[in-house]
T-cell receptor, first 111, second 115 residues
């Protein structure tokens, strides 16, 4: 079956540090890939997505590139801010409509 | 445009009681999904409605869970009787179109605690 593996958190960084959150996947078929973010006290929000190999999704300074050869979709940001503190979820869907999520990575950015 | 809304935001009940969660999708969205996150683990799919019909309910854990979507608008998820392991956050999501680029919009979730 489909699965998503994320690096375990929490990840603690200082403001303006570089962020990478690793995500790898296993899927039957050709998935679309997503990063969702959950800020404290809020629901899940779509951060970015990519629907085919080599596509780069980007939003709010975050980027992730769909790497089919390594089955990865790592999330990166060049300079994190305190306001980026949240839980980040990597997810995919294939022909089956349901999203398959990773376990989430908590990011804590310190001033 | 209003987003996906869920009610209640929190619920604390005792084992054996009944709880009903409600989700109002974005207006015009035919697809409605329920997911849950238990004990800080991954978010898992429960079921998918297309309008008022259940398209996929393969993620429903057992027959204590009953989901309905009256008239293809809002949806309810009833847990009866609730067990301790049902505690978690229940998310609802909706989308307009199916396909590779489908984006599911999530509500804030209902935090359920069964004591």
């Amino acid at each position: 079956g489909d699965s998503v593996t994320q690096m375990e958190g929490p990840v603690t960084l200082s403001e303006e540090a570089f962020l990478t959150i690793n995500c790898t996947y296993t899927a039957t078929g050709y998935p679309s890939l997503f990063w969702y973010v959950q800020y404290p006290g809020e629901g899940l929000q779509l951060l970015l997505k990519a629907t085919k190999a080599d596509d780069k999704g980007s939003n709010k300074g975050f980027e992730a590139t769909y790497r089919k050869e390594t089955t990865s979709f790592h999330l990166e940001k060049g300079s994190v801010q305190v306001s980026d503190s949240a839980v980040y979820f990597c997810a995919l869907h294939t022909g089956r409509r349901a999203l398959t999520f990773g376990s989430g990575t908590r990011l804590q950015v310190q001033p | 445009e209003a987003g996906v809304t869920q009610f209640p935001s929190h619920s604390v009940i005792e084992k054996g009681q009944t709880v009903t969660l409600r989700c109002d999708p974005i207006s015009g969205h035919d697809n409605l999904y329920w997911y849950r996150r238990v004990m800080g683990k991954e978010i898992k799919f429960l079921l998918h409605f297309v309008k008022e019909s259940k398209q996929d309910e393969s993620g429903m854990p057992n027959n204590r869970f009953l989901a309905e979507r009256t008239g293809g608008t809002y949806s309810t998820l009833k847990v009866q009787p609730a067990e301790l392991e049902d505690s978690g956050v229940y998310f609802c999501a909706s989308s307009q179109e199916l396909g590779r680029g489908e984006t599911q919009y999530f509500g804030p979730g209902t935090r359920l605690l069964v004591l």
